[in-house]
């Protein structure tokens, strides 16, 4: 009974923030990049990130209903095979988005969160952005049984999903002259690759983290009649 009570409680209050984010927070873009979809939203990861996760508890909720959360069924519905295969990306993407952000917040703040953007986005909306993400898809890991997908494939959905970000973040800067984050600014271009590599390997990092913590946590069911060596 928990797990739909966490499922739809995350869904309803990540909706909520988007919604409100939409309509009430007014952020101070430079000119030239307050012109994106989504009121320019869709230039920071956060929003990527947090739209992900939405999507996700919306489905377990659903899987909660009318899938089966047994530890690795035979034959999972389709709604089991969704959200599993978008937990695995899930998991890794909101450590990172608040490790990422924490960890640059307590270097300098204004490399990731200037004043103008702090003072549009109070604390109650901040951090289910940026903190509970990974709080409730940690609690997820631990309470859910999870079969990820081959490593194959899940690690060719990260990659797909982080290079398109990536990519996208150059063409922004190729259409405005401007960073989305001010870490960039400060960077010179071998800098910025690295930098940007970095976040690519740490996100494996996670990646990996989760496959193994759930591998822990919901081993695969033994073949009867199989003999141990």
Same mark, same amino acid.
């Given at each position: 009974?928990a ?17 409100? !984010?939409q ?5 101070p873009f430079?000119?030239?990049m307050?012109?994106?979809p989504?009121?320019?939203?869709? +230039? ?9 996760? #939405?999507?996700?508890?919306?489905i377990a909720?659903?899987? !909660?209903? %009318? ?5 690795s ?10 959200k !599993?295969?978008? %937990?695995?990306?899930? %998991? ?7 490790? #990422? ?8 703040? !204004?490399l *990731? ?8 986005y109070p ?6 952005l940026h ?10 890991? &631990?309470?859910s ?11 060719? *959905?990260i990659?797909?999903f982080?290079?398109?970000y +990536?990519v996208?973040l ?9 960073w ?6 400060? &960077?010179?271009?071998?800098l910025r690759i ?11 990092? %996670?990646?990996?983290l989760?496959e193994?913590?759930?591998?822990? +946590?919901?081993p ?9 060596r």
């Amino acid at each position: 009974m928990a797990l739909p009570i966490l499922h739809i409680f995350a869904a309803v209050l990540n909706s909520y923030i988007l919604w409100y !984010d939409q309509v009430y927070v007014n952020v101070p873009f430079e000119k030239g990049m307050d012109s994106y979809p989504f009121r320019s939203r869709v +230039l920071f990861l956060t929003l990527w990130n947090f739209v992900l996760h #939405a999507v996700y508890y919306w489905i377990a909720f659903a899987n !909660d209903i %009318f899938g089966t959360n047994d530890v690795s069924p035979r034959h999972p519905p389709l709604i089991r095979k969704i959200k !599993d295969m978008i %937990f695995a990306l899930a %998991f890794p993407l909101g450590v990172y988005v608040s490790v #990422a952000f924490w960890g640059v917040y307590a270097v300098d703040k !204004d490399l *990731i969160f200037p004043e103008p953007v702090e003072k549009a986005y109070p604390p109650w909306i901040n951090h289910p952005l940026h903190t509970l993400v990974s709080i409730f898809i940690t609690i997820e890991m &631990l309470t859910s049984n999870i079969t990820y997908p081959r490593r194959k494939l899940g690690l060719a *959905i990260i990659n797909v999903f982080i290079f398109s970000y +990536l990519v996208f973040l150059f063409i922004v800067y190729g259409q405005t002259g401007k960073w989305v984050y001010p870490v960039l600014t400060h &960077l010179n271009w071998p800098l910025r690759i690295c930098f940007c590599l970095g976040s690519v390997a740490i996100g494996h990092i %996670f990646y990996f983290l989760g496959e193994s913590l759930n591998r822990n +946590l919901n081993p695969p069911p033994k073949i009867k009649g199989k003999k141990s060596r």
